[in-house]
């Protein structure tokens, strides 16, 4: 069923040349554009956003550091090592499952989506994108997206009930912030978790 899946999806790839430029974008730049993102909510969100983005990178390395361990404990082969597919980008035929770049992308929007629900929808819905994207271009199977949601979930939810007790952490990295000179530093207006 898993290889099923992967061809579906993976057989659409080569014949929409618009598309396929879509998927490989997302594909190579989606944890930058991730990055971006939570530079930008740094930037000129208050001290609960920059707080939600240091939880959301611990997020991330947690989740991708399970990845690592998962990856030496059980290791899939790359689909286009064991298959015939549409491969769009040339990709290391290292451990298929679970897919970082999805446990990234995933990790980081949860992260926001349990605090900032707007923004976090949204980021959301680009880690789907994400995740199909992998599949598209030839480089994961579905069960590798399942998993690496999965990943994502659980850690998400760990940083999340834990984030009382890394908050001195996230003080502390704001802190240091807000005493360099000239960088941009926001008010703390009210009602700040509503957006």
């Known amino acids: 069923m898993n290889y099923n899946l992967f061809k ?3 057989q659409l790839s080569g014949q929409h040349p618009y598309l396929d430029e879509l998927m490989a974008g997302v594909t190579n730049y989606a944890l930058f554009i991730f990055a971006i993102i939570l ?8 001290d609960q956003y920059k707080k939600t983005v240091v939880f959301a990178a611990i997020t991330g390395i947690l989740g ?3 990845n690592f361990v998962i990856g030496h404990l059980y290791f899939e082969q790359r689909p286009f090592v064991t298959h015939h597919v549409h491969l ?5 035929a290292d451990a298929s499952f679970p897919s970082d770049h999805t446990t990234g992308a995933f990790a980081l929007a949860l992260a926001v989506l349990f605090v ?3 923004i976090g929808i949204g980021m959301l819905l680009f880690a789907l994108l994400t995740g199909f994207s ?3 271009v030839g480089h994961h199977y ?4 399942l998993g690496s949601i999965i990943v994502s979930l659980v850690i998400s939810i760990i940083v999340y009930k834990m984030s009382p007790y890394l908050e001195p952490i996230a003080n502390g990295i704001i802190n240091i912030y807000n005493r360099i000179p000239l ?3 926001t008010a703390e207006p009210e009602n700040s978790k509503n957006l």
């Open 8 to 10: 579906s999806i993976n």
């Open 39 to 46: 530079l930008l909510i740094w930037i000129f969100g208050n």
């Open 64 to 66: 991708l550091f399970i």
């Open 88 to 92: 769009l980008i040339q990709h290391a």
């Open 116 to 118: 900032h629900r707007k």
């Open 134 to 136: 992998r599949i598209y």
């Open 142 to 145: 579905p069960f590798d997206i």
């Open 183 to 185: 960088v941009p530093k």
